[in-house]
C-alpha cells in the first residue's frame, strides 16, 4: 500500500514558478515509477511528467517540456516537480500517482498508476 499527499500548489502570476512536492509513505516507493498528472477545469486529466521507477529517464508532455522538471528523492519518499515559466492554461489540479515498475513506454497512461494523491490546485493568473 503507498499513500500519496501532495502539496506546493498556489496561485501564482503567468511567468512564474511553482514547487510540487509529493511524500509517499510505504516502504517499497524504490520499486514505484511516479507521475504528475492534472486536469483543467472541463478537461480531462491529463499526462504531464513522470520518472521511472528506476530514476533513470524522465518524460514530459511537450506543453511543459523545458519548463518543468520532474525528480524524485528516495531517501525522503518524495518526488518534486519544479514548474517554471507558468503560463495560465497550466491552471489545474495536479495529482501525483504511483505505479509499480511502469514500463518506460507506458508512464504516460493513468491506467497503469495503482495509487493516486488527492489533488494539488495550481492557479496561473494573466
Known amino acids: 500500500q503507498v499513500q500519496l499527499v501532495e502539496s506546493g500548489g498556489g496561485l501564482v502570476q503567468a511567468g512564474g514558478s511553482l514547487r510540487l512536492s509529493c511524500a509517499a509513505s510505504?516502504?517499497?516507493?524504490?520499486?514505484?515509477?511516479m507521475g504528475w498528472f492534472r486536469q483543467g477545469p472541463g478537461k480531462e486529466r491529463e499526462f504531464v511528467a513522470a520518472i521511472s521507477w528506476s530514476g533513470g529517464n524522465t518524460y514530459y508532455t511537450d506543453s511543459v517540456e523545458g519548463r518543468f522538471t520532474i525528480s524524485r528523492d528516495n531517501s525522503k519518499i518524495t518526488v518534486y516537480l519544479q514548474m517554471n515559466s507558468l503560463k495560465p492554461e497550466d491552471t489545474a489540479v495536479y495529482y501525483c500517482?504511483?505505479?509499480?515498475?511502469?514500463?518506460?513506454?507506458?508512464?504516460?497512461?493513468?491506467?497503469?498508476?495503482?495509487?493516486w494523491g488527492q489533488g494539488t490546485q495550481v492557479t496561473v493568473s494573466s
Open positions: 510505504g516502504r517499497t516507493f524504490s520499486n514505484y515509477a
Open positions: 500517482a504511483a505505479g509499480f515498475r511502469v514500463r518506460d513506454e507506458l508512464l504516460h497512461q493513468p491506467r497503469q498508476y495503482n495509487y
